[in-house]
């Protein structure tokens, strides 16, 4: 084809080269083989014999494959012979000559027909690529737009960055004024201190230069009488000058005290702190569907990476409807699953995207994939829970109990790794774990903070004692860890959640009574960043509380 193509770009008319006139060729005759100019292929086509020969513009995108399709192969082996039939026997496309010599005996065919064979089963295999085809485009389109998403997410992110280092920098240049300030007022308070003391050394001095020069005069000059008057004076005067202090040394050193300044401080989390914003309501959406009879009772959230939402409607003596309920992004129910008579408490997402749901009084765990099929039940290490709570991260599941006083660790199988006994648990409600931390809501009031080896590292609230306030937890209910190690508490009967630390200290609270209006249930974080929170009033509630992400 490459030397066709070549042909094409550099061709003359055949006829007009046999006269000696080099013209360019416009069209080339596919069964002659002849490239002709524009009177040439007038008179080609007024002549009987060739009238009825096909031309082909030189220009024509189709030219190239008429014209290979009517050009004739030859044989490897018979260098002038025409390949003609096509040995079936060695599968192999052969000239005449070869037929009687190397191929003599062996079933042939002619080479048209052979032809004709191998399209229609080259056709047969070709009808097969259109799915395929049509699912490549389909992957590549998905492909693109997630390209875009990226990209866009990038842009996205730069930006807030942008934003972030803008903030950070005005809060550093005021700051820095507010120090460079200080410095200058508390330097001049010391220097006035200096110049007063200098002052007063000068005095002494004088005082002193002027009293040794009276006592050698009065031993050099004076008589009996004058040295016994002014003795006592000058012994007076010298004994005052010499109980006074003599060093005038600063005491004061200013520096920057980088771990108890906190405008200074710019650490990671200390950064996050001060970028905190109140918070924004994004979305909220009525969670109850037309299959619930009762009220819903909402004590376990999970997410997807793709945004989509598992919300357990367990149930109590008033509320509740035993089923596990898949939303998308935007609120929208896209299946439920009722769970029977077994009670479902909690849910959490697998490292391949399945769903553990667990069960109250069971020692069973279900595992369901995000179509909301039961792939089966896996018994773990803690038998007749009640309300019995579940976090993963990773291949380890952290398991609790109301009615139990331990957390277990566990690996991905629900096998105890380690076991967390205190007498400090009540009724250990909820669990949330990162790659740091174990955190376990009590509903005796307390949350409890661990690592990930299972080292009591810090408590928040009183256990036993409920109060309201910072510092303070009423029936703690879910508990979560955002990106930045800060943890989240559902204070269920005050109607608050809690942001405090991983040292168990109280940073504010990002949401109230006045955004929530009723009581919270159970927490999750978005895979944007967003704080997700169930209520009791059916709702589900979407907000966002840190100024960048």
């Given amino acids: 084809m ?74 490897p082996v018979h260098k002038e012979k025409v390949i003609e039939y096509f040995c079936i026997q060695d599968q192999t496309a052969i000239c005449h000559a070869c037929t009687l010599m190397e191929h003599h005996g062996h079933k042939c065919e002619s080479l048209s027909k052979a032809a004709e064979k191998v399209k229609k089963s080259l056709q047969e295999n070709l009808s097969t690529f259109y799915p395929l085809i049509v699912s490549k485009e389909l992957n590549i389109n998905l492909l693109e737009r997630e390209e875009k998403k990226v990209k866009d997410n990038e842009e996205e992110t730069q930006t807030e960055v942008e934003k972030w280092a803008t903030e950070m920098h005005k809060k550093i240049d005021k700051e820095k004024t507010r120090l460079k300030n200080e410095v200058k007022i508390t330097m001049a308070a010391e220097n006035k201190k200096i110049l007063a003391a200098k002052d007063e050394a000068e005095r002494s001095l004088a005082t002193l230069k002027s009293t040794k020069d009276i006592g050698n005069r009065l031993i050099e000059y004076g008589n009996d009488a004058e040295v016994l008057l002014v003795h006592q004076q000058v012994m007076e005067s010298t004994k005052q000058l010499t109980a006074q202090k003599q060093s005038v040394k600063s005491t004061l050193h200013l520096g920057v005290d980088y771990e108890s300044t906190v405008n200074i401080r710019l650490t990671k989390n200390q950064t996050m702190d001060s970028l905190m914003v109140m918070p924004e309501y994004l979305m909220s959406f009525d969670a109850k569907t037309k299959m619930d009879k009762n009220h819903c009772f909402f004590t376990g959230i999970a997410c997807l990476p793709s945004g989509d939402m598992f919300i357990i409607d367990s149930s109590n003596f008033l509320h509740g409807n035993n089923n596990l309920k898949m939303f998308d992004s935007k609120g929208v129910l896209k299946w439920n699953l009722p769970m029977g008579d077994q009670v479902p408490y909690n849910v959490a997402v697998t490292a391949d995207n399945n769903l553990m749901v667990t069960k109250g009084d069971s020692s069973k765990v279900d595992i369901i994939d995000f179509r909301g ?70 509903y005796a009031h307390c949350v409890f903070i661990y690592s ?95 100024a960048i992400f």
């Fill in 373 to 442: 099929k039961k792939v089966k039940s896996v018994a773990s290490c803690v038998s007749r829970c009640e309300s019995p709570s579940l976090a993963m991260k990773g291949d380890t599941v952290i398991l609790t109990g109301s009615n139990k006083a331990c957390v277990y660790i566990c690996n991905k199988n629900l096998q105890a790794r380690k076991i967390i006994c205190s007498q400090q648990f009540k009724s250990p409600h909820y669990a949330a774990l990162n790659h740091n931390y174990i955190i376990v809501s009590d």
């Fill in 2 to 75: 490459d030397f066709v193509n070549s042909q094409v770009a550099h061709s003359l008319c055949t006829f007009c080269e046999k006269y000696g006139v080099s013209l360019p060729a416009t069209c080339r005759c596919i069964e002659c083989n002849d490239c002709l100019c524009k009177d040439c292929k007038a008179s080609h086509s007024r002549t009987r014999s060739t009238r009825n020969h096909k031309l082909c513009d030189l220009g024509n995108k189709d030219f190239q494959e008429q014209f290979h399709s009517k050009q004739e192969s030859y044989c």
């Fill in 452 to 546: 990930r080896s299972g080292d009591l590292l810090a408590t928040y609230g009183t256990p036993g004692t409920p109060g309201d306030g910072p510092g303070k937890l009423n029936r703690p209910y879910g508990v979560c860890i955002d990106k930045y190690d800060k943890i989240l508490i559902a204070d269920h009967q005050n109607k608050k959640v809690h942001l405090i630390s991983p040292r168990g200290e109280f940073v504010k609270f990002v949401l109230t009574k006045d955004e929530l209006e009723n009581c919270p249930l159970a927490l999750a974080i978005t895979p944007e960043g967003h704080l997700v929170v169930t209520m009791t009033n059916s709702l589900v509630k979407m907000f966002k509380y840190m």
